[in-house]
């Protein structure tokens, strides 16, 4: 019984999760080329947004103007944009046999607005339940990297010109207080969750990831 088992699903979710810098994006890529090689139908999405009806709302939350609503609004907003996405993207993709790759879900809000922000954490375990449900990734990949090395790759990738934007502005020692709260997840669920040293060739995790899969879900790649 996989643990979308609730839906009438029968392809896989993946999530990817960490803090800033660890590549998250680059190897939900690389792992959809590895299983689109090996046959597999596979939608890549991202949260925040996702769905067009999210990206408005993560636009508004990236911008810094829902901060000084306090953490708790920033959950139901993120918890908003989850509704839709997953209503509109992830739960029909399932259902239709497709593997789905999420940049970021559920965890990022756990970690972000409960464990960083300071978010009632009763809160935003009871919205997970009601907002993600049966739609519970099957697997979740923690690509885990010291704040430092992560801000500061996520700011050589912004470049000089952009300023960061709403979380990558915190303090070095709140994204390490995130980390932290990644690895405990990975701890209190290490049936769904794997933690991967993000700070390597990229060439060596997506070895790992690729592995990870096979093991896990027993995808042939
Ligand atoms: P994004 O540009 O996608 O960052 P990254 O490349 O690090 O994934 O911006 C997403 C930001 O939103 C990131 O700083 C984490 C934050 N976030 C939350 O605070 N809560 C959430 O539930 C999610 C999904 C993201």
Request: hydrophobic share 45%; glycine share 12%.
């Amino acid at each position: 019984m996989t643990a979308t088992s609730g839906l009438p699903a029968r392809g896989r979710f993946i999530t990817f999760e960490g803090g800033e810098g660890g590549g998250k994006s680059t190897q939900s890529r690389r792992l959809a080329q590895a299983l689109g090689a090996a046959g597999v139908a596979v939608v890549e999405t991202r949260e925040p947004g996702g769905s067009a009806r999210a990206e408005l709302i993560r636009a508004f939350i990236l911008s810094g103007q829902a901060k000084p609503m306090g953490a708790a609004t920033e959950t139901f907003l993120f918890n908003a944009a989850r509704y839709d996405h997953i209503a509109t993207r992830i739960a029909p993709a399932l259902v239709a046999g497709q593997w789905v790759l999420c940049d970021r879900f559920a965890d990022s809000t756990r970690v972000y607005q409960a464990v960083a922000g300071g978010a009632d954490e009763a809160l935003v375990r009871g919205l997970e339940r009601l907002v993600v449900g049966p739609a519970r990734p099957d697997l979740t990949i923690i690509l885990d990297l010291p704040a430092a090395v992560g801000l500061a790759r996520a700011g050589a990738r912004r470049g000089g010109g952009e300023s960061p934007d709403r979380f990558e502005a915190e303090s070095v020692a709140t994204h390490e207080r995130i980390r932290a709260g990644f690895l405990a997840i990975a701890r209190e669920e290490p049936e769904r969750c794997v933690v991967i040293a993000a700070d390597r060739d990229p060439d060596i995790v997506a070895d790992d990831v690729r592995r990870v899969v096979r093991d896990r879900l027993g995808a042939a790649i």
